[in-house]
């Protein structure tokens, strides 16, 4: 990361986005309306991350444990992506802790998806053609049976605590949770509020930092309530050892979907974590976050959580000047790679700049350019696209704008306006 001191002046349509609108319950997953474009979208989110450096390197995910806590499994022996998983035994375990009919464990296709964005292989694609953890071992747990209102959630917070369990004692170290809980349970006394998501109220959150702090790796979705008046992450992202992954809505940008839950403001610490790209949901963008942590487990397998996380966060676009928008950014496949062998280097693409005045420019080398603006060093007021369209990004400070961030590419500029 580099510091520079700038004065006045100096050079330096709406996309449509197929999202899944949240059901009604306290405990949502992203169930898609139409399952279309599923195929053809994974492969943007692993270019995204620059995947390929893994794939050259023969990481994915080979043998490491995986824990899918999730509604339901349907289709699963169908979907042609996930047959080498049953050819090659690596769906180690699939539990119902619901105690409903056997039936009711495939009558819900959330899993799965969750299962394919993470495992899922396309022979058709001779770059992509393998997600980040098409090598793992999977444990797949159905820890509620309820898609609706009509359900008793609160319950299903001490399910997936006897889950989470179950899968230490097995030695699973890694746990995809695509659901979250917030203030739609099928009971209004029950519901959460806002200022509960603070990182130690709600019990899913303590159940969950309780077993990160264990040790184990927990990643989940960081919400759909973008749109909604609540707008912030809902528990256990809240929690601050779990890797709360929110939605980026484009695979060549750093830009919060707008669905996608922003950080509680709040709260001290940094959420959501990361973004990454997903058609339609945080629960896709989840799996994108956990293949990766699989992949650096496969290459170094005595990696802490908190070794994981930091290793997460500098490889990251934004590192070190995170947002409440989307967190530390989108992780570099490559850079990860870097810090694995070489722990004490500096990978940062960030440049801060000290800017008097009220309006710099900068040249632009491409039309994929993200501006955040900035009340405080940390919290978003507005992030919108400038396209370059005459080679520069002019930014122009706004009244209560105390930073901006300058995403060209991958060269970010911080400014801070003095």
Not at 87 to 114: C, E, P, R
Request: hydrophobic share 40%; proline share 5%; aromatic share 10%.
């Amino acid at each position: 990361m580099k510091h520079v001191n700038v004065k006045n002046n100096i050079v330096v349509s709406f996309l449509p986005f197929l999202w899944l609108l949240i059901m009604a319950v306290s405990l949502t997953g992203c169930r898609p309306e139409e399952d279309k474009q599923q195929e053809l979208d994974y492969p943007q989110g692993l270019k995204q991350i620059h995947a390929e450096a893994f794939f050259e390197q023969n990481l994915t995910g080979n043998n490491i444990k995986i824990g899918i806590l999730d509604f339901g499994f349907a289709s699963m022996d169908e979907d042609p992506s996930l047959r080498h998983l049953r050819k090659d035994g690596q769906i180690v375990m699939i539990k119902d802790y619901t105690h409903s009919d056997s039936a009711s464990l495939f009558k819900n296709i959330h899993g799965t998806k969750v299962l394919r964005y993470m495992a899922g292989i396309r022979p058709d694609d001779n770059i992509y053609r393998n997600n980040l953890a098409s090598g793992a071992r999977f444990y797949l747990f159905m820890v509620t049976r309820n898609f609706d209102k009509n359900s008793d959630e609160r319950e299903t917070e001490y399910v997936i605590d006897s889950a989470l369990n179950d899968l230490f004692s097995l030695g699973v170290r890694v746990v995809n949770l695509s659901m979250g809980f917030w203030d739609e349970y099928s009971d209004d006394h029950e519901n959460y509020h806002p200022e509960e998501m603070n990182g130690r109220t709600t019990v899913i959150t303590k159940i969950c930092e309780k077993w990160a702090r264990r040790g184990m790796v927990i990643i989940n979705s960081a919400g759909n309530t973008g749109e909604y008046s609540w707008k912030i992450i809902w528990a256990p992202s809240d929690a601050p050892d779990v890797i709360s992954i929110g939605a980026a809505r484009f695979p060549d940008k750093v830009f919060k979907a707008s669905y996608s839950a922003r950080g509680n403001p709040a709260i001290p610490y940094v959420k959501p974590d990361l973004i990454a790209f997903s058609p339609w949901g945080t629960s896709f963008s989840a799996p994108v976050i956990t293949g990766i942590v699989a992949c650096m487990l496969q290459k170094d397998s005595t990696l802490t959580l908190r070794q994981i996380r930091n290793i997460l966060y500098r490889s990251s676009t934004l590192y070190p000047y995170p947002n409440n928008f989307v967190g530390y950014g989108i992780p570099d496949a490559r850079k990860i790679l870097v810090l694995l062998d070489h722990p004490g280097k500096d990978v940062s693409s960030v440049t801060r700049l000290s800017v008097k005045g009220r309006k710099i420019t900068v040249p632009a080398s491409s039309p994929n350019n993200v501006i955040f603006e900035k009340s405080t060093s940390y919290l978003v007021r507005k992030q919108y696209i400038d396209e370059a369209g005459d080679g520069n990004v002019t930014v122009t400070r706004k009244k209560g704008v105390a930073f901006t961030t300058i995403v060209l590419g991958e060269r970010v500029l911080e400014i801070c306006w003095e």
